[in-house]
């Protein structure tokens, strides 16, 4: 039989897997579900390296064999397409539940009736959903995976927004520009005021689409693979910043040679420009000092950025890297929230992560890493 919703409950809780079983399975869910456990270690990886379509993966936060941390990451790992949902103590309360949210974790409930009714709501909505693609996907009369569709659906139409918003809003700007210079007079005090504001804010949607168009190319362009010495880019980039670094009193600090990797030379300098300019954008009254580090960690490069700036609260660590995500105190500042997006998409174009730690009031350290043979670059130079 061909059911709509393949879960696999990871628990070791005979309780709680007949409830959810019980209520996946009631007659009057439009779909069917079927239900596989896991409560253990051996049934889990067969579970997830077996052949069953799982696509949503529901993880008890009391595994004895494992953190639900590496249990969700091993998920995200070896089934990238499925909704994982954690269940935790009916103790925690909806914003403790809502800071476990995060890459990983899709949906947080608490273990009790209420939740997995509420679970099991879910997953029958889901499942609504995907008949819908099913459909399109029968219309298009191909075989498809379905969130290759869904992907090249939203990127699609970041482009055309970003794209087909450009003339509209240039326009709307020649307009006010025509108002500022043409009717000054007859505005009168309060006209021109709203008229600045006008502006200002035509100037930030600009601002802002510009960097989503920028972003939606980046989703698509092919990386212009090069060997590149990371020292000869740092340096060139630190030059372009060194006039701000010597107002403010600043220094950079390389810490260790930085190695030749196979990049796009163009975009690491982004992410170089991003990390260094943010690092200067958010710094603390303390004189700012910057240190960058490299470091081989099994097959990979791991180039870090450290700066003593305000730092970044803990719940907003993960956000910051969404499109135009920005933190609390970031409101003082210029920018529209896309520069740690755009690292992002650059670093997963070369099949790395981007992540940072950091300590509200003593700094911050943006990692990101590159997957790269030994000696690499040497072979495709030489
Ligand atoms: P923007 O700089 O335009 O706000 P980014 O995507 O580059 O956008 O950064 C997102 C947010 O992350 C910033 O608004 C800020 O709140 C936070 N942030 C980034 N870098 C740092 C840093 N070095 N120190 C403290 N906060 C930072």
């Given at each position: 039989m061909k059911y709509d919703n393949y879960v696999l409950f990871v628990s070791a809780s005979m309780a709680d897997q007949t409830v959810l079983s019980t209520l996946l399975a009631r007659?009057?869910?439009a779909v069917a579900a079927v239900m596989s456990t896991a409560s253990d270690a051996q049934h889990f990886f067969e579970a997830v390296y077996g052949e069953e379509p799982f696509n949503v993966i529901v993880i008890d936060d009391r595994q004895v064999w494992a953190s639900w941390q590496s249990v969700a990451a091993a998920c995200s790992k070896h089934r990238p397409n499925a909704l994982v949902i954690l269940l935790v103590s009916s103790e925690h309360s909806a914003a403790q539940c809502e800071r476990l949210l995060s890459g990983d974790i899709a949906a947080v409930y608490p273990r009790n009736s209420a939740g997995l009714l509420a679970l099991a709501r879910l997953v029958a909505t889901l499942s609504a959903q995907q008949r819908s693609f099913s459909l399109r996907q029968d219309a298009a009369n191909a075989d498809v995976d379905l969130d290759e569709v869904a992907r090249e659906e939203r990127e699609r139409l970041v482009h055309a927004v970003s794209h087909d918003l450009q003339d509209p809003l240039q326009l709307a700007r020649r307009y006010a520009a025509i108002l500022n210079e043409d009717y000054d007079g007859v505005l009168g005090d309060s006209g021109a005021k709203v008229l600045g504001h006008l502006q200002f804010n035509l100037n930030r949607t600009q601002e802002m689409l510009d960097e989503l168009l920028d972003y939606s190319r980046l989703q698509s362009a092919r990386p212009e693979i090069v060997p590149v010495d990371l020292n000869e880019l740092f340096a060139e980039v630190v030059s372009l910043y060194q006039l701000t670094l010597d107002e403010i009193g600043g220094t950079i600090t390389q810490q260790h040679d930085l190695p030749t990797l196979l990049v796009d030379r163009r975009q690491f300098q982004r992410v170089f420009q991003n990390l260094i300019g943010n690092a200067i954008k958010f710094?603390?009254?303390?004189?700012l000092q910057i240190t960058v580090r490299a470091q081989k960690v099994r097959n990979e490069w791991r180039i870090g950025v450290k700066d003593n700036g305000i730092g970044i609260a803990e719940e907003d660590v993960k956000r910051i890297?969404?499109?135009f995500e920005r933190a609390g105190?970031?409101?003082?500042h210029p920018g529209t929230g896309m520069g740690l997006a755009i690292c992002k998409r650059i670093v997963a174009n070369h099949g790395g992560k981007i992540w940072v730690r950091s300590s509200p009031g003593s700094g911050s350290v943006f990692i990101f890493s590159i997957p790269q043979a030994d000696g690499a670059a040497g072979q495709l130079s030489g």
């Open positions: 007659s009057d869910n710094r603390s009254e303390r004189p890297f969404g499109m105190s970031a409101e003082e």
